[in-house]
């Protein structure tokens, strides 16, 4: 195991140089960098952790100021610029002999002056140096005295990340701060430049996107997290509401071509990113003509995702050099191994469309009025074939599919549209402001009910529901309460149709099982990944529970997946940042016949594990600017037969830079020694 | 309001208000460097820190809002410490060559050591040198000086929408560069020079001119255009040697590149400096005894009928006056005119009978927040930049809805929401296609049209066109006529802006027609937006309101009997009954449709007086020549086209013998009626008031009385071929600026604009040599090659005397037919 030498990461102290009684302390950080290379030391926003005495502090303090002043820091304001700048000259001074003692103490003033930057960038680039001439005075003085000289080489490189906490929540790391900072100084087209870097849909992502981003925004430790998400939108409509033509150019056009199997959020965003390298790139996709754009085209109603503005985004992806096939299902029309002979390399993004059973009474013995599932019944409704909705509508389920469902059903001429759903309203997966909406709109909802049987006339019609209340049972052994019917409480709603709405899984019946592709238990495709491990010589795990550095690639060679179908059905956003690292991945593969990560997404990947945004930070700042809320469509009205205009309007482009105001700009750089 | 306490001391401000503004209702003083009242907040320099109770850092006072009870403390001595170590921090690498820095005596970053005590370098760097870019036109960026405050980034995006610098580079070495690194390439306008509080962002034709402390600084309006900028003339030994202009004015200092570089011309050793008789040196006596008693002999012998003039809009309100009364009383005739008659004065026509004045409607700054804007027939960009940098602001600061509607690509373009692309000609199609989709989709102002005369025969007329007819005439598609259609519709507020594209369109009903639109979309009489027609030329609206026209007395009254308009004018000569012709400020041979038959007609006279400030070709055709002044050189006042009366003062001498125009004037009025009449500008001023009472002392007064004018009836335009438009460009307003080295320095020479797909057909190269022959002659110029023009369209700048593609026009059209040839 390996043990802390020193830290000072998160502001607790921990010395075992001196050996003696060994502190324990341990961090989410893998014992070797690559799964091969070990973790040397660390410095960042935070402090320094230093597992290998070895590692020569002045010298990483040096390297670090030298990398954030010359590569990081944006000059935006003097104490940054300046400060930096003489802490750099100052440290290097030291490093190569002609420093002082003076030196040292001009990096502690610097320290409390750099307090006073515009943002946290070069403010937490002082807080490790400071902890270096706290903590490590003798290393420096040894080259202030000249006892010590710079060695020629060092056993150790370095690598270093910039980053923010917003941006390293976001699954495609799109860098928030700078978009907002653009927005703020009235460029709403850099701004959408610096999106499109890692968001090729951004009409989508400003309008759809669960923004796990508002969720590690530092100003929430101060009041409300930025509208980061609308802001998005706002550099997005900018563009097409002043008739603007993207500026995007593809490089110059290469030999070797790419497959892509649906065209999803992440089928188009590894085309995109691949198109822009000069990759031909052919999408298959099974919908027919205008119905590309996958979960977000089938699944997210029109009036949160206009139609025309999908279309915009699919249209500039295709503008970049993509072709899309439609009507062309893999596994049907084409075969696997026909693709992968007529292209170099083949991405599977399938996506993940297959309704799970909700597991009632009845549900299996084709009942009329019993749909498939919700995202049939969108995909259906969307296209305009018949739903095989009635008048009275019961949705089961709680995700946000489930309350699209109910307020499609509206908007399809339901009288009544219920929502059924096994625990509370504040428990259910949706997001809150889409459970709003639909209550805005009139749905009705039975919370803590379970539906155990479905009841039908002599048609096989039918006719309602019969559901059992439900009730918090004791503690499980996990401490977690369960609910459990109460029984006795049985009770009938009555309807004419049943949509169950409890999640999809990926349809992979395509892959053949000779192709040697392995699929998991959860129904996604099984990919390579990086051996990292902590110190107890666990694997690391991502959020979903994947491993944390995969390469994307599949065991067949020159097949790759991405999307739900490789995470497991998860978000547009975090699809498009998988499938942009197998498009860099697919690249390097294509040119250098290897598959591997670079350090710089390695380190992406090991500060996601590490977390970036810490919710206990005391942030000082006056919360005199409230976050701005957008313009909405009220009243029923809107929910109205075949009633798909947009819901929620946006920001002005005055409120957006208002908004951005709001900003922190939580910019912070971390580097490793490995 | 929110109610908070700085020092101990309470104040209520409006929400959304900073702690800075707080202070300065209080007049407690916070430092600022980086904060410019005009563009958005950036917080760079750090030093306006200011303590706030219960957090737990400082708080920059510029861009903090304010926030119900809370307690600030402008200044102790942490606050104090930290603005010392800033401002230490900002002096590493900055050089010390403050004795021959231009800005030294003017500049924040010194005045900020002085006032901090920061007396000498605390913090230290190795030694860092950028590249000084000598390599731009008029500016001169000197990177080490920069304390990357971005006052000039922010005005170049904010204010012009130029965006060509910004800061480049990381860490110490960034710096404020063009976005690619080549040389400067934009509107030149200096606002960014005006802005920079350092001496970083020079202006070269000032460098080594002087120290600013040793200038006679006179705050003036700027001669240029019609937006009426005050204007600072710093003034030195005879010479202007820089125009600057406050942030505190109407125009927020914003000016352009005539304003700001144009006074050059001012200073040009061509100046004519003695009055010339028979095109030979003569002294004042001998030539205005000449000019007098010819003008005498011309009306004593063939009656006032003989003799006519012609006013400069460049000419004061007090000189138009005089020049009126100098024919209408001195030698009784009414035959005066100007280049109004090409079209500003019919629009003042329409205007004034459908709406009741003349001019714009409202303010200028009301276009700041109007609710939606349309812009039509006009490069505002080169007409009238001020009145751009107003729509820039409206449309992106203000979340005005922008319609755009030109022959070709403008600068606008990049933040218009919608863009209509007409044919030339088609202008009543166009506007009529909007109204007529705005009654249809409900969107009309209802309010404002229920009590204005005319509707319902507006509405008739509307009724008769089809849309199709609308693209047809137009070329526009009808998605985007409906979409401008919903963006000016069914708005709080309008502005509607119209140029001489539209005014001398030759499309009849035009000037109808917008006045129309201004009045279906709520834009008439509103306290923001309002309907402004434009002119390149400043003070085209006080020469109307002052009487330079045959039909018009000052003030609008009916002159009784009209005298000869411009065009009668030409005819008299050429029919022999017009022999004398007195040309102030005038050259009709540079600027004037028809050059070879006005030409022609000007050689048939018996008496050409010609009063101007430079040799013109029209010059060297006259029997008396009288030098004049230029705008710095006189007092008096200018009309701006929306009312504002603006004072004219003298920053300096004229050259060499050359007089005030009002001084000639008055002088030859003297020689014709044997009186010895005495005015000054002040004086001509009391003189204005008594015949048109209260003039110039109140801003435009809302109208009464509206009604829709009655238009003609609209021809579907036939398109030619090729048709040449005639217009301004930015770097230059009428031929004046093109006798300023500046100018010419960014446009030295003229150039005939082409469509790449014409240029293609007719095998003309970029640079190579074009022919253009129109109905009224033909003329060899330089081709450029552009895709900014619609196809079969050509585009000619107005200005160049060595290029006077003016005289190809026919009638008062800026568009006509022509011919066009490999040359």
């Given amino acids: ?71 990081y820091c944006c000059g935006k304001c003097t104490p940054g610029k300046k400060g930096t700048r003489v802490l750099m000259d100052a440290l290097n001074g030291i490093v190569d002999g002609r420093g002082s003692e003076r030196d040292l103490q001009l990096c502690e003033e610097m320290f409390e002056l750099l307090q006073n930057c515009k943002c946290t960038l070069c403010q937490s680039s002082t807080i490790p140096i400071f902890d270096a001439v706290t903590h490590f005075r003798d290393d420096f003085l040894a080259y202030i005295n000249g006892t010590k000289k710079r060695p020629a080489e060092l056993p150790y490189r370095f690598i270093e990340k910039y980053t923010a906490p917003c941006q390293d929540k976001c699954p495609s790391h799109i860098d928030i701060p700078a978009y907002i900072e653009a927005i703020k100084e009235y460029r709403f087209d850099l701004s959408l430049q610096t999106i499109r870097e890692n968001m090729p849909l951004p009409s989508v992502c400003g309008r759809v996107c669960p923004h796990p981003c508002e969720t590690a925004c530092r100003r929430k430790n101060v009041d409300e997290p930025i509208s980061i998400m609308l802001l998005k939108r706002s550099a997005s409509d900018h563009e097409w509401q002043r008739n603007h033509l993207p500026p995007m150019q593809p490089k110059p056009r290469k030999g070797k071509s790419i497959a892509v199997v649906g065209a999803g959020p992440a089928g188009l965003a590894a085309a995109y990113y691949l198109a822009l390298e000069g990759y031909p790139v052919a999408i298959y996709e099974a919908l027919p003509k205008g119905y590309g754009g996958g979960m977000i085209a089938v699944g997210i109603p029109a009036y949160r995702q206009p139609r025309a503005l999908l ?233 979903m529970g994947n491993p944390l550095c995969r390469t994307l690639i599949t065991d067949l060679d020159g097949v790759f997946a991405s999307g739900d179908a490789e995470i497991g059905p998860l978000t547009v956003v975090a699809c498009i940042g998988n499938a942009h690292r197998a498009a860099n991945v697919i690249g390097r593969w294509l040119e250098e016949g290897k598959v591997y990560l670079t350090d710089d997404e390695i380190i992406e990947d090991i500060l996601t594990y590490l977390g970036v945004y810490d919710k206990n930070e005391q942030v000082p700042w006056l919360d005199s600017a409230e976050r701005e809320e957008q313009k909405e469509v009220h009243g029923k009205q809107r929910a109205a037969y075949k009633n798909y205009n947009e819901v929620e309007l946006g920001f002005t482009e005055e409120q957006a830079v208002r908004e951005a105001e709001r900003c922190l700009r939580c910019y912070r750089v971390a580097m490793a020694a490995v | 309001m929110v109610t908070l306490s700085i020092d101990g001391r309470a104040v209520s401000v409006p929400k959304g208000s900073t702690i800075l503004d707080a202070a300065k209702v209080l007049g407690i003083h916070i430092p600022t460097l980086c904060w410019l009242e005009k563009v958005s907040p950036t917080g760079a320099c750090r030093v306006c820190v200011v303590d706030v109770e219960g957090v737990a850092r400082p708080m920059t006072a510029c861009n903090t809002p304010v926030k119900e009870g809370i307690k600030v403390t402008s200044t102790n001595a942490k606050l104090e410490a930290i603005r010392k170590q800033v401002m230490e921090l900002m002096l590493v690498n900055h050089p010390l060559d403050c004795p021959v820095c231009d800005a030294a005596g003017e500049c924040d970053l010194q005045d900020s050591c002085y006032e901090f005590g920061v007396t000498k370098p605390e913090f230290h760097a190795a030694l860092n040198r950028k590249q000084i870019r000598y390599d731009w036109p008029l500016l001169e960026s000197d990177p080490n000086r920069c304390i990357l405050c971005e006052k000039c980034v922010k005005v170049d995006h904010e204010i012009l929408r130029s965006d060509v610098i910004e800061v480049v580079a990381r860490g110490e070495e960034s710096i404020i560069d063009t976005h690619d690194g080549k040389t400067l390439n934009c509107d030149f306008c200096g606002n960014c020079v005006g802005a920079c509080p350092v001496g970083a962002l020079i202006d070269k034709p000032f460098k080594f001119r002087g120290r600013p402390w040793t200038y006679t600084v006179t705050r003036s309006t700027c001669g240029y255009c019609p937006v009426g900028c005050e204007i600072d003339y710093h003034a030195r030994n005879g010479r202007v040697d820089r125009v600057t202009a406050s942030d505190a004015t109407y125009c927020n200092g914003n000016l352009c590149i005539n304003g700001r570089y144009g006074f050059a011309y001012i200073n040009s050793p061509r100046r004519l400096t003695t009055p010339l008789v028979g095109q030979k040196t003569a002294d004042w006596t001998q030539a205005l005894t000449h000019a007098g008693s010819r003008l005498k002999e011309l009306v004593a012998a063939n009656g006032p009928d003989a003799v006519a003039g012609l006013s400069s809009p460049r ?136 009590g204005i005369a005319g509707f319902g025969a507006y ?184 009312g504002r009366l603006q004072p004219v003062v003298k920053a300096l001498a004229s050259p060499g013998d050359a007089r005030e125009d009002w001084d000639i004037l008055t002088e030859l009025t003297n020689r014709i009626t044997g009186k010895s009449m005495v005015s000054t500008p002040v004086q001509l001023l009391a003189e204005i008031r008594v015949v048109i009472p209260g003039y110039g002392e109140s801003t435009v007064a809302p109208k009464g009385g509206c009604s829709f004018a009655v238009a003609p009836a609209a021809d579907t335009p036939v398109a030619a071929d090729l048709t040449l438009l005639v217009g301004p460009i930015l770097f230059h307003n009428g031929a004046t600026s093109t006798w300023s080295e500046n100018n010419r320095e960014v446009a030295p020479v003229p150039y005939v604009e082409i469509q790449k797909s014409d240029a293609g057909k007719l095998g003309i190269a970029d640079g190579g040599a074009i022919r253009l022959t129109s109905v009224a002659g033909c003329l060899t110029g330089i081709a450029k090659v552009t895709e900014r023009l619609q196809p079969g369209l050509l585009f000619a700048p107005n200005h160049f005397p060595e290029f006077p593609v003016s005289c190809l026009l026919k009638g008062n059209g800026v568009y006509v037919e022509v011919k066009v040839e490999k040359g």
């Fill in chain 1, 311 to 543: 279309q915009r985004d699919i249209d500039i992806i295709c503008s970049m050099g993509v072709e899309i096939i439609y009507d062309c299902r893999i596994g049907k029309d084409l075969t696997l191994a026909q693709l992968k002979t007529k292209h170099d390399a083949v991405l599977l993004a399938p996506g993940a469309h297959r309704s799970k059973p909700m597991g009632v009474e009845g549900e299996d013995k084709g009942y009329k009025g019993f749909l498939t599932g919700g995202i049939d019944f969108l995909r259906e409704a969307y296209l305009g074939l018949p739903t095989g909705m009635g008048k009275k509508v019961c949705v089961v389920g709680g995700g946000n599919t489930a309350i699209d469902c109910v307020r499609v059903a509206l908007r399809e001429g339901a009288e009544v549209s219920t929502l059924l759903y096994r625990r509370s309203r504040k428990e259910m997966p949706a997001d809150i402001w889409e459970i709003d909406g639909a209550d805005e709109e009139g749905v009705s909802f039975e919370f803590q009910v379970l539906p155990t049987r479905i009841i039908v006339d002599a048609d096989n019609q039918i006719t309602g529901v019969e559901c059992v209340r439900m009730a918090m049972g004791e503690p499980d052994a996990s401490g977690r309460r369960r609910p459990e019917p109460m029984p006795g409480s049985e009770f009938v709603v009555e309807c004419d149709t049943v949509i169950p709405a409890i999640g999809q899984d990926p349809d992979l019946s395509f892959i053949p099982m000779e192709s040697g592709i392995d699929i998991t238990k959860w129904n996604t495709v099984v990919t390579k990944y990086l051996p990292l491990k902590d110190a107890a010589g666990k694997d690391l795990k991502d959020g």
């Fill in chain 2, 459 to 642: 509405q008739a007329e509307l009724a008769k066109l089809t849309l199709d007819k609308v693209v047809a005439a137009t070329g526009v598609t009808a998605a985007a006529l409906s979409n401008s259609a919903a963006l000016l519709g069914g708005k709080p507020s309008a502005a509607v802006i119209f140029g001489a594209e539209l005014m001398r369109s030759g499309a009849p009903g035009a000037v109808e027609a917008v006045v129309n639109l201004a009045l279906l979309v709520g834009a008439v009489g509103k306290e923001q937006g309002g309907l402004f027609p434009l002119h390149e030329k400043v003070n085209i609206q006080g020469l109307l309101d002052m009487g330079v026209a045959p039909n018009l007395l000052p003030g609008g009254k009916s002159a009784g009997i009209d005298g000869r308009d411009l065009w009668q004018i030409i005819e008299g000569i050429e029919q022999g009954k017009v022999k004398g012709l007195y040309l102030v400020g005038v050259d009709p041979l540079t600027s004037f449709p028809e050059g070879g038959r006005i030409r022609k007609a000007l050689e048939k006279l018996e008496l050409l007086i010609v009063q101007e400030l430079f040799p013109t070709p029209t010059a060297d055709l006259a029997h008396v020549v009288l030098p004049a002044s230029s705008s710095a050189e006189k007092s008096g006042s200018f009309t701006s086209i929306d």
């Fill in chain 2, 315 to 450: 000419l004061t309100n007090e000189e138009q006056f005089l020049f009126q009364k100098l024919f209408r009383n001195a030698l009784g005739s009414n035959n005066i005119d100007s280049e109004a008659r090409f079209g500003y004065a019919q629009a003042q026509a329409v205007i004034g009978s459908a709406l009741g004045g003349s001019g714009a409607t409202n303010g200028m700054d009301r276009i700041d927040s109007a609710a939606a804007v349309l812009v039509i027939g006009s490069n505002l960009n080169a007409e009238a930049t001020g009145y751009e940098y107003r729509v820039i602001k409206a449309a992106t600061k203000n979340n005005a809805k922008l319609v755009l509607a030109n022959v070709a690509d403008v600068k606008l373009k990049k933040i218009a929401h919608g863009q209509l692309k007409y044919r030339p000609g088609s202008e009543t199609f166009l506007l009529n296609g909007i109204a007529k989709l705005i009654l249809d989709a409900g969107l009309e102002d209802k309010t404002a049209v229920a």
């Fill in chain 1, 1 to 71: 195991m390996a043990q802390v030498m020193f830290s000072s990461w998160g502001r607790t102290v921990i010395d075992n140089r001196a050996g003696g009684d060994v502190k324990d302390a341990s961090f989410r950080l893998p014992v070797a960098f690559d799964g091969a290379r070990p973790l040397n030391a660390f410095m960042g926003w935070d402090g320094i952790i230093l597992f290998d005495k070895g590692v020569d502090i002045p010298i990483m303090a040096a390297e670090y100021m030298t990398r954030i002043q010359t590569q």
